[in-house]
């Protein structure tokens, strides 16, 4: 009897006329397979950590370019020069730096104008988000949304700004993710890393604290009520006030 742990192959029979071995092997095109490179792990971990320290500056703080130091870069974090640059190819690619021949490579600041697009963007991308929440999400996950600004009651906003910031960002994030579609989720991704930067900047600015925390109270009302229309107009309209926002105040930007 056959040992069972033995797998059986399958008997290829040749075809009449058909070529040797060796013959067929020379005929058969080759796959162009590069080598495996052992350094992907230091690329996406270079990747990550650099794409943190940006997004962590505040960039629009001040008009001055903000420069990385390739080499300084590659030191702080412990790896060869190698990952780093290839990390910032990615991020040049994805719009966070720029390269500028025989100068460096610079942290980009969007313009007035591509701030107001990206926001445009985002407006439609979260305000389906809304919808789609009313429709499928789990009553407990919308309740975590209110839980999210419990400690912000009784006037304590005003002295936790840096934190309420976060919390804000938190928020909008969970209406991305809340909506359950991948696709909508990857798109909002890479957008929203950039637009955080500029939220940050912006929550501080003409009272926005207060009216942010109003809106986002009434768009939680309106998905628990599971009230759609509503829902994706409360996101919609909250979206497009931080562009009316920075068209009207947001002179840094140009």
């Known amino acids: ?13 040749q075809p009449t006329g058909a070529a040797e071995p060796s013959e067929a092997a020379a005929l058969t095109p080759r796959l162009a397979i590069e080598p495996i490179d052992t350094s992907f792990s230091f690329k996406n971990k270079a990747y990550a950590a650099l794409k943190n320290v940006i997004v962590s500056m505040d960039i629009y703080r001040s008009r001055q370019d903000i420069r990385l130091d390739e080499r300084q870069l590659a030191a702080d974090f412990g790896i060869s020069r190698t990952p780093v640059r290839e990390a910032m190819a990615q991020l040049e690619r994805e719009g966070f730096v720029r390269s500028v021949p025989r100068r460096g490579v610079y942290v980009v600041r969007k313009t007035r104008r591509e701030v107001i697009e990206m926001i445009t963007a985002w407006a439609a991308l979260e305000s389906m988000a809304a919808r789609l929440i009313t429709h499928n999400a789990a009553g407990d996950d919308i309740a975590s949304l209110r839980r999210m600004f419990v400690t912000f009651e009784n006037g304590a906003l ?7 910031s976060e919390v804000n960002i938190e928020f ?7 909506s359950g579609n991948g696709v909508l989720i990857s798109l909002a991704e890479n957008l929203f890393t950039h637009m955080r930067m500029i939220r940050r900047k912006t929550i501080v600015e003409k009272d926005r604290a207060d009216r942010s925390i109003r809106d986002h109270m009434n768009i939680i009302e309106a998905l628990e009520a599971r009230d759609t229309l509503r829902a994706e107009d409360l996101v919609r309209n909250h979206a497009l006030g931080l562009a009316d926002h920075v068209a009207k105040y947001a002179d840094y930007l140009d």
């Not at 909008?172 to 809340?178: C, G, K, S």
């Open 1 to 13: 009897m056959a040992d069972p742990r033995t797998i059986r192959q399958p008997t290829i029979r």
């Open 158 to 164: 005003h002295a936790r700004l840096d934190e309420y």
């Open 172 to 178: 909008h994030q969970a209406i991305i993710r809340m």
